[in-house]
């Protein structure tokens, strides 16, 4: 039987996700591809894969357009990703995704040269999602569980905008995706 979770995900990847990314010249599939393929490559644990692929889902769900950012919008799309996510996967999945903006935002305030390797759409949404973080707040994201996790995620989210990179398709990560989905009520599994 087909899960029809995986079903939704794979099909907002392949068919939602033709917009531009940001000021980039690939669009949202490309970069969560290449996000998932850098994951993939590192030998990263299936959940990180997992949660590299669909770090940007609120992207996709949220109908707000392909650049609210332009528009002087913060999108929230981790926050909008993390809850249309949570419902099907567990925190390996799910938190990496919902702290993947405080991590750049970490990252900004820890790495004396983070600020400058990022991306004229990654300032501007930086602005919008509250600057680098305080010491105090650096202090609560490293207290975090999956702050590493997150961190990591967000150097794979930053390198994944290349232009014509060859990637596997959306169907080679879903394998990963399944092996952290939680299992549907009444499948019989426990």
Excluded at 3 to 12: F, G, H, N
Excluded at 43 to 62: E, F, K
Excluded at 85 to 101: A, D, I, M, Y
Excluded at 111 to 128: I, M, N, P, Q
Aim: net charge negative; with cysteine.
């Amino acid at each position: 039987m087909t899960d029809e979770r995986l079903v939704l995900i794979a099909d907002l990847l392949e068919l939602r996700a033709d917009g531009q990314y940001g000021l980039h010249a690939i669009n949202q599939r490309q970069h969560a591809l290449q996000a998932a393929w850098l994951a993939e490559r590192q030998g990263c644990p299936p959940a990180l894969i997992a949660a590299a692929l669909m770090h940007d889902i609120g992207h996709l769900v949220h109908g707000l357009g392909d650049d609210p950012a332009a528009a002087g919008l913060d999108d929230e799309h981790e926050a909008v990703g993390n809850a249309f996510l949570v419902r099907w996967f567990g925190p390996e999945v799910t938190e990496p995704v919902r702290l993947h903006v405080a991590a750049k935002r970490f990252l900004c305030a820890t790495e004396a040269d983070y600020f400058g390797k990022l991306s004229a759409d990654s300032v501007l949404s930086l602005s919008l999602q509250g600057g680098p973080m305080s010491a105090e707040e650096v202090a609560a994201f490293r207290a975090l569980p999956q702050a590493a996790a997150a961190v990591q995620l967000r150097r794979f989210d930053e390198a994944a905008k290349v232009k014509d990179l060859a990637t596997p398709p959306v169907g080679h990560f879903m394998a990963h995706v399944a092996g952290c989905i939680r299992p549907a009520l009444g499948d019989g599994r426990r």
